[in-house]
Each structure stands twice: as C-alpha cells, then as structure tokens.
C-alpha cells in the first residue's frame, strides 16, 4: 500500500484547506485510516480518525472544525480544515491500517497558518 498525501501550504487564521490522501496498492483489506500531524517540537498527535465502519475520532481542540471522509471510488482519504488556527500549523500525515495490524504512513504535507 502507497499513500500519497497533498493539499497542504499557506493560509491566513480562519481560513480552510482539504488535505487529500491516495491510496494505491492493496487497499481492499485497509480497514482504519486517520490524520496525524507533529507541530515543530513537539509529538506526532492524532487529529481524526476513522474508528470502525463510519465513526469517527476527532482531537478534541479540532472538533467542529476538521472533518475526515474517505472517498471508496478515488480511494482517497480526505481532512476537510475550517477555522484555521496558528497552532493547527504543523506537518500532517495520512496512516492506514491492515486489518492484519500492518501500518502505512503517506509522506506528510505541510500546512502553515500564519498572516
């Protein structure tokens, strides 16, 4: 499985970005997929997540204002990101999960909020 993640850059505070991650490869037997990102300094964080089936996991400072969707067609995960805040800046990472447990990360995209 190959993960490709895109959509990151520059936006001002309160502003949005839909970061986009594509799925190649064995992808029928991925059954869990999430955002991380790892702000300068600090750990990688879990952002949202897809828990089983439909339900969702979202970082508790982003609820209400990120939304994580997959997309079986494109088989593309999506981070819809609204309400921009300086520390939202960081550099994001799409995972997928196995059912086997077997773990894959994309490359990470960087997104910068800053006037």
């Known amino acids: 499985v190959q993960l490709q993640a895109s959509g990151g850059g520059l936006v001002q505070p309160g502003g949005s970005l839909r970061l986009a991650c594509a799925a190649s490869g064995s992808t029928s037997t991925l059954n869990l997929a999430a955002w991380y990102r790892q702000a300068p300094g600090k750990q990688r964080e879990l952002v949202a997540a897809?828990?089983?089936?439909?339900?969702?996991l979202y970082e508790e400072a982003v609820k209400g204002r990120f939304t994580i969707s997959w997309d079986s067609e494109k088989k593309t995960l999506y981070l819809q990101m609204t309400s921009l805040r300086p520390e939202d800046t960081a550099v994001y990472y799409c995972n997928a999960k196995k059912i086997t447990g077997q773990e894959y990360w994309g490359q990470g995209t960087l997104v910068t909020v800053s006037s």
């Open positions: 897809f828990t089983g089936g439909d339900n969702t």
